[in-house]
């Protein structure tokens, strides 16, 4: 009876002090988890518009960044309120590494980059560099990188193999690249013997460095945003660029020798964070990929349009000397790096079988 009595009497103190802490002290109780500020919280979390980064290390308004814009709107045009999607261009998130390495910490959601860099990241992808593997015909590049091939190789990426967190979203065409050359004494490059004891500039991949290697030059690795010093200091010879990045980085203004030998076209890939992508409500991936496809159809006009202009600029450069090879000059070429194909490929059962059916696509 005695126990009862006890705790009735703290049962009812208790309820005093309570009643007195909302009474008195209502600002105590504003923030105890109660169901409604839960959903409160919860609601507004899903009002927050999902953050998108596009990056790439292009120019701004070259071909590349446009399209890169033309993703961004259309990516902002279907999900409306539902995301606020940013493009960082121009070195702005680091260099082409850099910005992949960010990438896979999710700092950048998808980056656009040449397959020379993400070849270092997924090594499937260098068969996109070997030279004279592609057509000299920009439609059926255009074409076979929007292919059944193209879907192979993007998922490729994703593959055990490749253990890297990034996933492939698209392959694109940047136009070709063409080798630069200072051009003095009246050298210029029109056969292999010609690259002979020259240093030429690439990205640090070791299929491209083996490349130059074949036709008798020497290299020096470096990242793009270097090249213009690199090369006003004659610290290289020479380096090979696509007429956007040669007029987006004024190298005809230090190198008076371009020449274009279909060697090898400008591919890029967008990647994507794999464990981002996959977070992604199936309705939003699905927009990020219809973006992808628009900004591919945007970067192939603005190509079309803008190419014309750069190579004029590059050709109405007071000492300019453009050349396009004819097809015994470029067979010397071919012909000198047709062993770098079984050095680069050698063991890997997919790579070999891959550039098989490139081949078999362009003949």
């Known amino acids: 009876m005695v126990c009862s009595y006890i705790r009735s009497y703290i049962r009812y103190i208790l309820i005093i002090c309570i009643l007195a802490v909302v009474v008195v002290c ?7 988890p109660t169901v409604q500020n839960i959903i409160n919280e919860q609601q507004e979390r899903t009002l927050e518009p999902l ?41 702005q998130m680091g260099n082409a590494r850099e910005q992949i390495e960010a990438m896979q910490l999710g700092r950048i959601h998808i980056t656009i980059q040449p397959v020379s860099i993400a070849a270092s990241f997924v090594d499937d992808m260098k068969v996109f560099l070997l030279p004279y593997l592609f057509s000299s015909n920009a439609d059926e590049v255009k074409t076979i990188l929007d292919s059944s091939l193209e879907k192979d190789a993007l998922e490729r990426i994703g593959m055990a193999e490749n253990t890297t967190g990034v996933s492939g979203l698209g392959l694109w065409f940047g136009g070709y690249k063409l080798f630069t050359h200072h ?43 270097a090249l213009y010093s690199t090369l006003a200091q004659r610290i290289a010879d020479g380096s090979e660029a696509t007429a956007s990045q040669i007029a987006g980085n004024y190298l005809y203004e230090i190198q008076h020798h371009i020449v274009q030998a279909y060697h090898s076209p400008e591919v890029y890939v967008i990647l994507t964070n794999t464990d981002w992508f996959m977070s992604l409500p199936s309705d939003v991936q699905t927009a990020i990929i219809e973006a992808e496809q628009y900004g591919k159809e945007k970067l192939y ?36 790096v047709l062993s770098l194909y079984v050095e680069q490929l050698a063991g890997n059962a997919w790579q070999l079988e891959y550039v098989e059916r490139m081949k078999e696509y362009f003949e």
């Open 26 to 32: 209502p600002a105590c109780t504003k923030d105890l």
């Open 51 to 91: 953050e998108i980064i596009i990056s790439h290390n292009q120019n701004v308004n070259t071909p590349e960044d446009i399209a890169a814009h033309a993703m961004q709107s259309k990516l902002q045009e279907l999900l409306g309120q539902q995301a606020t999607v940013k493009v960082y261009a121009d070195y």
């Open 183 to 225: 051009g003095e004494d009246h050298k210029g490059i029109y056969s292999p013997a010609d690259f002979q004891g020259l240093q030429i500039a690439v990205p640090d991949n070791a299929l491209l460095e083996a490349q130059y290697r074949h036709w008798g030059a020497k290299t020096i690795a470096m990242d793009s945003a």
């Open 301 to 336: 006009e603005a190509l079309a349009m803008q190419e014309p202009i750069y190579l004029e600029t590059i050709k109405q450069t007071k000492g300019m000397r453009y050349d396009v090879l004819d097809e015994k000059e470029q067979t010397a070429f071919r012909t000198a």
